[in-house]
């Protein structure tokens, strides 16, 4: 596969100097790199879970509108947190974000995140 085929994703808020993109397209596909829920004004998760979540699916969001998908584009999601029994929680806003079927997915166990987070999400998302 030639580099012409690939299209790299980096939102125009990000850190600079970081070592990966925000998304890869290859063909008809979005690989996304693992975003956590982080302050910008910060740089830390925020204390409220909820302010965390937001920030996180908006960044998630954000990859995809650049890419001109959305979430019900998404077709594998893996979520890591060090706190499993978060889920449930997780689970309550993650559900909103979806008008269609939900994508397959994993959530696990891990250790500590970067930044204080409490959650790392990264997906694929296909278009069409």
């Known amino acids: 596969m030639s580099a012409e085929s690939r299209r790299y994703i980096n939102l125009p808020n990000r850190r600079a100097g970081l070592p990966f993109s925000d998304g890869v397209f290859v063909g008809d596909t979005l690989y996304i790199s693992g975003r956590i829920g982080l302050d910008l ?3 830390a998760a925020p204390a409220s879970i909820d302010a965390e979540l937001d920030l996180l699916f908006e960044g998630f969001q954000a990859v995809l509108r650049e890419a001109g998908m959305s979430m019900d584009d998404l077709v594998w999601v893996q979520v890591y947190s060090p706190d499993v029994s978060l889920w449930q929680q997780f689970n309550a806003a993650y559900v909103k ?19 204080n987070g409490r959650f790392e999400m990264l997906g694929i998302a296909v278009k069409g």
Do not use: D, Q, V
């Open 41 to 43: 004004a910060t740089g």
């Open 97 to 115: 974000l979806f008008s269609r079927e939900f994508p397959a997915r994993a959530f696990l166990g891990s250790g500590p995140l970067l930044m």
